[in-house]
Antibody
Framework: QVQLQESGPGLVKPSETLSLTCSVS????????WSWIRQPPGKGLEWIGY???????NYNPSLKSRVTISIDTSKNQFSLKLRSVTAADTALYYC????????????WGQGTLVTVSS | QSVLTQPPSVSGAPGQRVTISCTGS?????????VHWYQRVSGTAPKLLIY???NRPSGIPDRFSGSKSGTSASLAITGLQAEDEADYYC????????????FGGGTKLTVL
């Protein structure tokens, strides 16, 4: 059974970079698409972007200018960097995996709350 | 503003049937992309409820069903139970601009 676990700072200052890592256990990173998804308080889910094990990426157009997703297959981890954060980036951040870009997310991490505040 | 539109809330009494709609456009649901549904109970990660418009993963009771027509999709829950009280989200894929995953804004189901 694949398990995902997000980790990273729970508090980030405005204008700084939010950095999160997703550690994967019980499965390999190959042949799946690895996504980051967030949910701001009181709002719906928002897909941030994905990375394929080969390193190819695709990002939400609304966040593309500030997002970088990378992968470290040797550690079975993938990471999110979101630059120039504001209070609007405060959210519960999830990592999740799908077999193909348009497929459902079969496995999710438990989520980690990131607050942007000075 | 979510790309897929869902009603903010629905409610029903135990044993009743409720439906949740998910309305998209010609660049996502109407373009033939599948719709998937998730249930999110407060404090937990979303759980896949329906995939590929109408398929249930193993372990999901047949009280939950999905359908798709044109630019919309629906989730139906029959024999409503107290444990069904949760937020429900639809997901699809959008081919406008750069192709990307899209979600609905979520629907809060209250069991009266």
């Amino acid at each position: 059974q694949v398990q995902l676990q997000e980790s990273g700072p729970g508090l980030v200052k405005p204008s700084e970079t939010l950095s999160l890592t997703c550690s994967v256990s019980g499965g390999s990173l190959s042949s799946h698409y690895w996504s980051w998804i967030r949910q701001p308080p009181g709002k719906g889910l928002e897909w941030i972007g994905y990375i394929y094990y080969s390193g190819s990426t695709n990002y939400n157009p609304s966040l593309k200018s500030r997002v970088t997703i990378s992968i470290d297959t040797s550690k079975n981890q993938f990471s999110l960097k979101l630059r120039s954060v504001t209070a609007a980036d405060t959210a519960l951040y999830y990592c999740a995996i799908s077999l193909n870009p348009a497929d459902p997310f079969e496995y999710w991490g438990q989520g980690t709350l990131v607050t942007v505040s000075s | 503003q979510s790309v897929l539109t869902q009603p903010p809330s629905v409610s029903g009494a135990p044993g009743q049937r409720v439906t949740i709609s998910c309305t998209g456009s010609s660049s996502n649901i109407g373009a033939g992309f599948d719709v998937h549904w998730y249930q999110r109970v407060s404090g937990t990660a979303p759980k896949l409820l329906i995939y590929g418009n109408s398929n249930r993963p193993s372990g999901i009771p047949d009280r939950f069903s999905g359908s798709k027509s044109g630019t919309s999709a629906s989730l139906a829950i029959t024999g409503l139970q107290a444990e069904d009280e949760a937020d429900y989200y639809c997901q699809s894929y959008d081919s406008s601009l750069s192709a990307h995953v899209v979600f609905g804004g979520g629907t809060k189901l209250t069991v009266l």
